[in-house]
């Protein structure tokens, strides 16, 4: 499948790359003792490093590295054992030391790759050029006094990883697709929240076109986009403007965008910077990073199984198809839940139910897993139930919705209610006898051949029976009779 504009003089291929910032999840920041966590009382999350003091000196956080590391290998990714710090200069209000630490030359992790699955079950690899460490700014407030703007350094100096994606994303679904597979392998290896209403994970955008076959042509970079939809609609609206403007016989300069998305249009902010224009020099407060292999070993030995694993050890284990599977590692905890639930029952049903029955009751009432009304042992107990023809399938959805409305167990519920699947076959057969002699018109039919009329005898059984009738021995009792 591939994914095309159409413009005035023909079909433009869109090109995307994303530069993603993931806030490291840390007690403290990367080169201070400072808490990392997020929000707090402005300038209470501040250390005299963070501050930019003069003479204060910068020491790395171990743990910020192992998390780094952690993401590079969950992102099949080379790590490099040797990395280098350095200075990145540019002033801002929110930046009190006049460069941001970051990683230029040479950055902790190399390339890597994240495989990616579209709507119609296309498989594609999103290449990663690199991910390095660099700390975050402050942040100004310009909405808390009609005259002055304010400084908050809580953010300052916290840990992010940039993750940055080769030109290899060619449509907006995949961008889309691209963010919910970074969120998701982020999430299994706790390594970032990827909560990207709280800015914990923001996308810069390269957006280019170019027709079919061609090399690739100037991009724009549309910065800080912090929802996956946003991004969509930003590769869209700024692809669709490019077009125009090469159509128009224009160029498309290379510059830094802002999407506004109540306007639905992407707005010029400045003029592409260089690497120049940085000033990059290794800092000269701060060692070359060495790891090693050893180390890296150990932290790869203990990492979590990741989501393309488990869902391809869930479609071999169970037996259940591909999209249950990516649906159900789409969270550790929607994966744990279901693995407790299968344990020992019938996984493919299993997964029916946790896929269709539990996820839309909690769709509609707005919960996650972690708040589902029904623990993966109480639902597991009514499969239970279903197992031992305790109760039909019918009577299941009904126990179901009891079971979410009032907490109660599947049992408890079969017995207050009285809805035990009924095996009695002279229950069954008294009921037989009765619908059928209430429907002699239809038994005439059915025996002058329609043999459709056998299923309407059998929902008139189950029916008169308060659907409790088990509907093995309620078709046997019919065939007999009729
Ligand atoms: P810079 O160092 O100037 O930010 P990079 O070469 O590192 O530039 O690329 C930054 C991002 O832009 C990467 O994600 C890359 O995939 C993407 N990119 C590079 N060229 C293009 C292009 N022609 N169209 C779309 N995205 C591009
Ligand atoms: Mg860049």
Known sequence: MSYTLEGKTGTWEIVVGLEVHAQVISHSKLFSGASASY??????????????????????????VAQAIRTGLGLRARINLESRFDRKNYFYADLPTGYQISQFTHPIVGEGTVEIELGDGTVRHIGITRLHM??????????????????????????????????DIRSPEEAGA????????????????????????????????RRAGEPFRTRCEIKNVNSIRYVMHAIEVEATRQIEVWEGGG????????????RNETRSLRSKEDA???????????????????????????????????????????????????????????????????RGRDARL?????????????????????DSPISAQALGG??????????????????????????????????????????DTGAIDAAVADVLARNADKVEEYRGG?????????????????????????????????
């Open 450 to 482: 329609k043999d459709r009329l056998f299923g309407f005898f059998v929902g008139q059984v189950m029916k008169a029976m308060a659907g409790k009738a088990n509907p093995a021995i309620v078709n046997e009792a019919l065939k007999k009779v009729l």
């Open 39 to 64: 929000g707090g009382e402005p300038n209470t999350h501040v250390s005299l490093v963070d501050a930019g003091f003069p003479g204060m000196l910068p020491v790395l956080n171990q743990e910020c």
């Open 134 to 167: 660099e700390q975050d700014a402050g942040k100004s407030m310009h909405d808390q006094d009609p005259t002055r703007s304010f400084i908050d350094l809580n953010r300052a100096g916290v840990a992010l990883m940039e993750i940055v994606s080769e030109p």
């Open 251 to 262: 160029e498309v300069d290379q510059e830094t965008r802002l999407f506004d998305p109540s």
């Open 382 to 423: 009514m499969l239970d139930l279903m197992a031992d023809k305790t109760i039909n399938g019918k009577i299941a959805k009904e126990v179901f919705e009891d079971m979410l409305e009032t907490g109660d167990s599947a049992a408890d519920i079969v017995e207050r209610k009285g809805l035990k699947q009924v095996t």
């Open 276 to 342: 120049h224009d940085y000033r990059y020099f290794p800092d000269p407060d701060l060692l070359p990073l060495v790891v090693e292999q050893a180390w890296v070993d150990e932290l790869e030995r203990a990492l979590p199984e990741l989501p393309d694993d488990k869902r391809d050890r869930f479609i071999k284990q169970y037996g259940i198809p591909r999209y249950d599977a990516s649906v159900l590692v789409a969270e550790q905890a929607i994966a744990d839940y279901y693995e407790e639930v299968a």
């Open 350 to 370: 299993a997964a029916n139910w946790v896929t269709g029955d539990l996820f839309g009751a909690l769709n509609r009432t707005g919960r996650s897993i972690q």
């Open 178 to 209: 691209y963010l919910r597979k970074l969120r998701q392998i982020l999430r299994y290896l706790g390594t970032c929240d990827g909560n990207m209403e709280e800015g914990s994970m923001r996308a810069d955008v390269n957006v280019s076109v």
